[in-house]
């Protein structure tokens, strides 16, 4: 978890978009849990996430 609390997971994840990023990037039928502390869906959603759009999201401020 981030110090403020807004990012969370392996791949730190923002609270605020999980239902979101978890709806756009997984499958019904693949049945994981909804969680934002699954490491492996939130491993699964992360990579997918990089793979459409790139690593942008995870290059802010606070990064690196």
């Known amino acids: 978890e ?3 609390g807004l990012n969370k997971g392996l791949f730190q994840q ?3 978009y999980w ?3 978890y709806d756009g990037y997984t499958r019904r039928t693949w049945d994981l849990p909804r969680r ?3 490491g492996r869906t939130n491993t699964i959603v992360s990579i997918r996430m990089a793979s459409d759009i790139g690593w ?3 290059g802010g401020r606070d990064c690196g």
């Open 36 to 38: 934002i502390l699954s």
């Open 56 to 58: 942008g999201p995870w």
């Open 14 to 16: 923002h609270v605020r």
């Open 2 to 4: 981030s110090g403020d």
């Open 19 to 21: 239902d979101g990023n």
